[in-house]
């Protein structure tokens, strides 16, 4: 099993746009979508649920109002001001790092595992899904995208596929990491604007340090022809291989409202720019 990673430095560029279209060209597959704070591929699978589970990535600090004989000391050592004057706990506050359990001279203090998201796996009309999401608000979202690759990884043992292919997230975050650790190749989608063009560098420089394989498409490129003209000369300066352009089409959008990606609609100018770059990227990494 080899892993495709599809990334981008900003959100909007269409990277889960690209993700679904080549899930929908590649054959024995397993797809994961690890963007766990904004999950959306799965609105281009329908997917059914098969199992389903109680992520739990955090702690907070809850109090027994019997035991505690409010001598302050937990105020004293929380940096986070989590402690009222009144010696309550703020659920929004508390990083749940511990610090006040080990201060309360009469153990009046005990973190407790919160729940914080839910992860699924689920056969779609492309293959075996795995995914995740967190709740509003939370963190620890790249333990939960280790959790989803995990049982990703377990999908693609029991299909005996040959690729898995994952929607990262936007950024260049903990979610950004734990996604690309392990994978072969990364996609990596911008647009002609000058953020496209800083977050590309941003995100090129966390793949470079994990010494994988990346591929740059740019998205709707035909927008600011100068714009991606200056992309295009960066990635040659970093030996940043392109697989190609995608041409403004409102077409996908059309797709997208259809459940479908553009490769899966007639006369899709985007979706046959699309079916180039999955070819292009399945001759560089065979």
């Known amino acids: 099993m080899r892993s495709i990673l599809f990334l981008s430095g900003k959100g909007g560029t269409g990277k889960t746009s690209v993700a679904g279209a080549f899930a929908a060209l590649a054959t024995e597959k397993v797809l994961a979508d690890c963007d766990v704070d904004a999950a959306n ?5 329908a997917p059914e649920i098969v199992d389903e589970g109680i992520y739990q990535g ?13 001598c302050g000391r937990c105020r004293e050592v929380c940096r986070f001001h989590a402690v009222s004057p009144s010696f309550e706990i703020d659920p929004y506050l508390c990083e749940g790092c511990g610090a006040c359990v080990t201060a309360c001279p009469v153990d009046a203090l005990d973190l407790v595992v919160q729940d914080t998201g839910h992860w699924f796996t689920a056969e779609s009309r492309l293959g075996p899904l795995a995914g995740a999401e967190l709740l509003p608000g939370e963190e620890t979202s790249g333990k939960l995208v280790a959790q989803v690759k995990e049982k990703a990884a377990g999908l693609c043992e029991a299909a005996e596929a040959e690729w898995l292919l994952i929607d990262g997230s936007p950024g260049i975050g903990c979610p950004v990491i734990a996604s690309a650790s392990g994978v072969d190749a990364v996609v990596l989608v911008t647009e002609p604007t000058l953020s496209g063009l800083h977050d590309l560098r941003r995100v090129l ?12 498409i740019i998205n709707k490129e035909d927008l600011n022809r100068d714009i991606a003209k200056r992309i295009e000369a960066y990635a040659e300066e970093e030996a940043l291989p392109l697989l190609g352009g995608i041409p403004f089409d409102p077409k996908v959008t059309e797709a ?16 046959e720019a699309m079916r180039l770059q999955f070819e292009h990227l399945m001759r560089a990494i065979a």
């Not at 420089?205 to 740059?216: D, E, Q």
């Not at 997208?256 to 979706?271: F, N, Q």
Request: overall charge neutral; some cysteine; glycine content about 10%.
């Open 205 to 216: 420089g966390v793949v470079r340090h994990f010494r994988i394989p990346a591929y740059l």
């Open 256 to 271: 997208m409202i259809a459940g479908r990606s553009a490769v899966e609609v007639d006369g899709s100018p985007a979706g």
């Open 41 to 45: 591929l799965h609105l281009l699978l």
């Open 58 to 70: 955090a702690k907070q600090a809850v109090k027994d109002e019997g035991a505690c004989i409010e």
